[in-house]
């Protein structure tokens, strides 16, 4: 989940706002929460805007204050006591109590009876509010436009329903391919490269659970349609951080995937793939592709809010 807090002042008095927007503001901060592991990433103001006092010109002390407060519970596991946060923030209890009665009231921090304080449950609401704001399928298409990898090919966006995988936005490619993508277009995710990618972040049980439902349909005489060869890619998809299609969709057809994840969980919520002639390329434009691919996927896995990425492909 991502969730952003900004802060502003109106007639003279620090307000607190909430919107998908205040991801440009000078202190706002992003929380991401995946389990019990919490990470913080900051989007600082430029040294040049911070005077002597450590605050940038325009900030409201006050405010700044309550964003490190914030950041301290976000990283703690547990709830933290007043004097915990009191030596976390090196501020005067005082402050701290009031900075937290403040922001109790607000929702976004919770205290507890023993008179801890951990985030609150409107930090939730929050999140939820952004998530519905964003749009994986908008995201993909602008990412294409501004990166312009492989212009020649063709480029999909999937996402899995099942056990199948369902196109939900392609960029096509200058260079014909004897095979029409469709948004909507499904076709069974085994076969596929970013079906393939995405099956490899679920857990095996659940792999399992989809291919005993489905019974591995094959599409052309390469697709792979029994479990233990199915399990065997996947691992070797997870080493190497893509999969491939080898005509296993379209015969004479070579595809590649890599999947895309956003802050909310480990498991990617969609896949991106790029298809290719297997006649027209040689080793080097095939570890080219494999770049660009993984490339666009990292993108666009940090534009939903990822955090942690591998820094860069595994051509092995």
């Known amino acids: 989940m991502i969730i952003v807090i900004a802060f502003s002042i109106w007639n003279g008095y620090a307000t607190l706002e909430f919107s998908p927007q205040s991801l440009h503001q000078p202190y706002g901060i992003i929380m991401s ?24 010109k325009g900030a409201v002390p006050a ?25 976390a923030l090196s501020l005067p ?15 976004l921090v919770r205290r507890f009876e023993n008179g801890s304080y951990h985030l609150g449950s409107h930090i939730m609401d929050l999140s939820h509010a952004f998530l519905a704001r964003t ?42 391919l004897g095979l029409n993508f469709r948004i909507g277009m499904r076709l069974p995710a085994n076969c596929t490269a970013s079906g ?3 099956l490899s972040t679920l857990p095996e049980e659940r792999v399992v659970e989809l291919a005993r439902a ?11 349609t029994e ?38 969980s480990s498991h990617a919520i969609a896949g991106i793939g790029v ?19 993984q490339r666009m996927a990292s993108e666009l896995s940090k534009r939903l809010g990822a955090q942690g990425l591998a820094a860069g492909p595994s051509l092995s």
Do not use: W
């Not at 995946?34 to 005077?51: E, F, V």
């Not at 309550?66 to 009191?86: M, N």
């Not at 999969?243 to 909310?264: I, K, Q, R």
């Open 135 to 176: 749009d994986v399928t908008a995201e993909f298409t602008s990412l294409g436009d501004s990166l312009n990898l492989l212009p020649e090919e063709t480029i999909i966006l999937s996402v899995l329903d099942g056990s199948d995988v369902v196109y939900v936005s392609c960029r096509n490619g200058t260079r014909p």
């Open 63 to 87: 405010v700044v204050k309550a964003v490190r407060l914030l950041e301290v519970l976000a990283a703690a596991k547990e709830p933290l006591a007043l004097a915990s946060l009191t030596d």
């Open 33 to 56: 929460i995946a389990g019990t592991k919490t990470s913080l990433k900051h989007n600082p103001p430029a040294s040049a805007d911070i005077p002597g006092d450590g605050y940038p």
């Open 196 to 198: 393939k990618a995405l």
């Open 227 to 264: 479990l233990p060869a199915l399990m065997k890619q996947l691992v070797l998809v997870r080493r190497r951080g893509y999969s491939v299609d080898d005509e296993e969709t379209h015969d004479g057809m070579v595809c590649l995937g890599a999947p895309v994840f956003d802050s909310n």
């Open 93 to 107: 209890k005082s402050t701290i109590h009031a900075l937290c009665a403040t922001l109790v009231h607000a929702g």
């Open 214 to 224: 489905s019974g591995l349909p094959a599409l052309t005489r390469k697709s792979v």
């Open 275 to 293: 298809s290719l002639l297997k006649s027209a390329i040689d080793a080097q434009q095939k570890k080219a592709a494999i770049h660009a691919i």
